[in-house]
């Protein structure tokens, strides 16, 4: 069964940087992309970043230059560096796993607080 567990959430004043990681594990012989979402109470959950095993990206226009998304092959590990953050930032952030095979899976979310 394939799990993805998440860290590096936390609270951040405005400005500040946070960096969260996403390692998957159990199954993953053929992953392909992993991926960042974010939701808000009572919104729909929305694509923050994307990447593919090759490296290349996706970004919502609302993070370009401030957020950057990166993996490590070798450790099945996805990074989200979050740099700028604003108050609008503050969500629950969602890892989220694409194999070739076409399933997927997320993981638990990790609280984002972006708050002075």
């Known amino acids: 069964q394939v799990q993805l567990v998440e860290s590096g959430g936390g609270l951040v004043q405005p400005g500040g940087s946070l960096r969260l990681s996403c390692v998957a594990s159990g199954g993953i012989a053929n992953l392909y992309a992993m991926a960042w979402y974010r939701q808000a109470p009572g919104k729909q959950r929305e694509l923050v970043a994307d990447i593919t095993r090759g490296g290349s990206t996706t970004y919502a226009d609302s993070v370009k230059g401030r957020f950057t998304i990166s993996r490590d092959n070798a450790k099945n590990t996805a990074y989200l560096q979050m740099n700028d953050l604003k108050p609008e930032d503050t969500d629950v952030y969602y890892c989220?796993?694409?194999?070739?095979?076409?399933?997927?899976?997320w993981g638990q979310g990790t609280q984002v607080t972006v708050s002075a």
């Open positions: 989220h796993a694409e194999f070739l095979n076409g399933s997927d899976y």
